[in-house]
């Protein structure tokens, strides 16, 4: 009977713990750019039909093609002259996109010239995005308002200027 609980206990937490580090690995709206769109709490690449590159928001780099190369780099380069803050982004959630970029110019391709039609985080005023550094929200209103109190004192009702 002992044998029985005590598997029944690794189980239950291995179940617990499976479901914490979901939640921690499906949300990364903090880690996305103020040039990204708004409605999704997690991304992992953005796809520009614009440019046929993608950026990789954990690590911040754009991955485009050079001859028959990919290049990660920090930003693209100057001569595709593309606004992201009016271009449109495509999210993929799906490791390395860029190997089957044929099946993504075909699927997206329809959003080349979509300039200004997607919400981007930067104009949002969905409290939820003021966490992302370079919003113009970025550490005012309610969000997380009691991280980072600094000694003073802060109850219900209480807006922190």
Known sequence: MKKIALGICFILAGFAYNASAQVRINVNIGSQPTWGPVGY???????????????????????YLSGNKWVFAPALPPSYHYDLYRGYKVIVNEPRPYLKADIYREK??????????????????????????????????????????????????????
């Not at 709490?41 to 991955?63: G, K, N, Q």
């Not at 997206?108 to 919003?135: A, F, L, N």
């Open 41 to 63: 709490d997690y991304a992992e690449y953005y796809y520009l039909p614009d440019v046929d590159a993608y950026y990789h928001i954990p690590d911040r780099r754009f991955i």
């Open 108 to 161: 997206y391709g329809k959003y080349k010239g979509w300039y200004g039609k997607q919400p981007i985080i930067r104009d949002s005023r969905d409290e939820k995005y003021y966490v992302v550094k370079g919003h113009p929200m970025n550490g005012k209103g309610n969000v997380n308002k009691n991280k980072g109190n600094k000694g003073g004192k802060q109850g219900k009702g209480h807006k922190k200027n």
